[in-house]
């Protein structure tokens, strides 16, 4: 029997409560569709820097490694605010993304028919989206040496007498494999590509359009491909967002685009994300599976946080690193079922109100509509 390996990361706020209902639903495979997964379970972010002084350790990147695929809860809060940079709990999720070279971020934003109405946008506007934002996850901005904070004493006009600087820097290949990608995953969707950058004002904006064309003229001239500034773009998303299928952009520019999108679909802990990498000698591709919320220090604690970000992102380990396709379809129709049986965590509370269940209650819920369906 074929035996599943996974790490799951919780991390820290609401990262070990998502990730306590995602253990139920691993365990309903288990049980009731005998599958076997080798679940593992270490630190990372601020857990791992009350453990071990730095955000992941090596043995931990060296199992992340080695895994079919990991599950990260989230990083990040209050606490670790004011650490040094190079020990801030977000490094440890960005040496992940790096060393584990998952360019590919993919981040679909569907929008539950009977979450249409708790939307911040009209019914009309979000009622059946379905796209997908693939991000750059690898390089860029967040990537792109200078890099720092330094004096600038020997300039009397800079006030205060630092500099921050960062860098956006893309080569070529970093942009041509992650465009593959995109009209890999378009084919199988709607066929159609739009790709965002700021060619107005930003050389790597210009390259970044020049090799996405060129990937789809040599390769995909079958996939319909549309170029966009950006901040049109996010101004095009709250407009009309169904205008879109799949949408291909930078790092910096696919996070802030990507919160924007989750809010169509009604709450920000309803949206997962697939972060892929090369093919492994499996043909699997290396992956981590992580919800695009944060640690939301806000509701840590407290048992408010809405687990289908993550469990959703369960289901896509199930597609892309297990070959699980049905397993899959089953837990996002699960998922479907019980927000149309208009179970509701508080974020997903419009403004008609009603009572909310809590983060358990809704992974009981949807266990139990895996078993209904
Ligand atoms: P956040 O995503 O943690 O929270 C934004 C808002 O959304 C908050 O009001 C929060 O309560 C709400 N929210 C988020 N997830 C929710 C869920 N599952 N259910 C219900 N409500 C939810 O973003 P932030 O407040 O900007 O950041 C908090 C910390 O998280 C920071 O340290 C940040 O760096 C980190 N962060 C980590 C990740 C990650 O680990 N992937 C992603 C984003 C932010
Ligand atoms: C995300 C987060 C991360 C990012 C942070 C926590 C490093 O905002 O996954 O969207 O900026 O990529
Ligand atoms: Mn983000």
């Not at 093919?279 to 407290?302: C, F, T």
Request: net charge negative.
């Amino acid at each position: 029997m074929t035996t599943y390996s996974l790490l799951i990361l919780p991390g820290d706020g609401i990262g070990p409560e998502v990730m306590a209902e995602v253990r139920k639903v691993i365990g309903w495979f288990e049980t009731n569709r005998g599958l076997s997964f080798d679940v593992s379970e270490d630190l990372v972010g601020g857990a791992a820097y009350d453990k071990h002084g730095k955000p992941l350790s090596d043995e931990t990147m060296a199992r992340a490694q080695s895994v079919d695929a990991v599950l990260l809860g989230a990083v990040g809060g209050p606490k670790y605010d004011n650490l040094d940079f190079s020990v801030k709990p977000e490094r440890g999720l960005l040496r992940l993304r790096k060393e584990m070279d998952l360019f590919a971020n993919l981040r679909p934003a569907q929008c539950f028919d009977a979450l249409a109405d708790f939307s911040s946008l009209k019914r009309d506007v979000v009622a059946g989206l379905d796209i997908l934002i693939v991000r750059e996850l690898t390089s860029g901005v967040y990537f792109g040496e200078p890099r720092g904070i330094h004096s600038d004493d020997n300039n009397p006009q800079n006030e205060g007498g630092r500099v921050g600087i960062n860098t956006q820097r893309y080569t070529s290949g970093e942009i041509r494999r992650v465009a593959r990608a995109a009209f890999e995953l378009a084919r199988k969707r709607g066929n159609r590509v739009c790709s965002m950058e700021k060619a107005n004002v930003m050389e790597s904006g210009i390259l970044w359009r020049e090799e996405v064309q060129w990937v789809h003229d040599n390769e995909y001239a079958d996939v319909e491909l549309s170029h966009m500034y950006a901040d049109n773009g996010a101004m095009q998303l709250v407009r009309n967002p169904r205008q879109f299928d799949v949408i291909v952009t930078d790092n910096l520019f696919g996070d802030l685009l990507s919160d924007a999108a989750a809010m169509l679909t009604g709450s920000l802990g309803m949206l997962p994300s697939a972060s892929l990498g090369a093919p492994m000698a499996n043909g699997r591709p290396k992956a981590m599976y992580e919800p695009v919320h944060g640690s939301a220090p806000d509701i840590a604690g407290q048992g408010k946080a809405n687990p289908i970000a993550c469990i959703l992102s369960f289901a896509m380990a199930l597609r892309y690193s297990y070959d699980l396709g049905a397993e899959a379809d089953l837990l996002e129709r699960a998922v479907e079922k019980v927000l149309a049986d208009g179970v509701r965590t508080a974020d997903l509370m419009g403004p008609q109100g009603g009572k909310p269940v809590s983060t358990a209650e809704m992974g009981d819920h949807i266990v139990k509509a895996l078993s209904e369906l």
